[in-house]
């Protein structure tokens, strides 16, 4: 059984910044990619920023050089730095991984709950 729980999701005024976190947890023995997407109302569900095992990053156009996106391997966490924050970033964000599992030693993709993010203008 593995948890994927977001955090750091609030109300911001434009221009402003926040940080969300993806932690996980339970019978993990690799995280290995992991993405941040994010779901507005009445839009479809889109991915914003990605993160290889390794480090390697992308983004989604509509966030390059506002939005980073890190992790940290020993921590089993991936974070999203985000500034310069607009209205239009506001959704609900989720984090996707694919973990391969202490039980299985099989790979599997994984969703967390979601945390609200709203930029007010």
């Known amino acids: 059984q593995v948890q994927l729980v977001e955090s750091g999701g609030g109300l911001v005024q434009a221009g402003g910044s926040l940080s969300l976190s993806c932690a996980a947890s339970?019978?993990?023995?690799?995280?290995?990619?992991v993405g941040w997407y994010r779901q507005a109302p009445g839009k479809q569900r889109e991915a914003v920023a990605g993160?290889?095992?390794?480090?390697?990053?992308s983004y989604a156009d509509s966030v390059k050089g506002r939005f980073t996106i890190s992790r940290d391997n020993a921590k089993n966490t991936v974070y999203l730095q985000m500034n310069s924050l607009k209205p239009e970033d506001t959704a609900v964000y989720y984090c996707?991984?694919?973990?391969?599992?202490?039980?299985?030693?099989?790979?599997?993709?994984?969703w967390g709950q979601g945390t609200q993010v709203t930029v007010s203008s």
């Open positions: 993160i290889t095992r390794g480090g390697r990053t």
């Open positions: 996707n991984a694919d973990v391969i599992t202490i039980t299985t030693m099989k790979q599997y993709s994984y």
């Open positions: 339970g019978s993990i023995f690799s995280v290995e990619g």
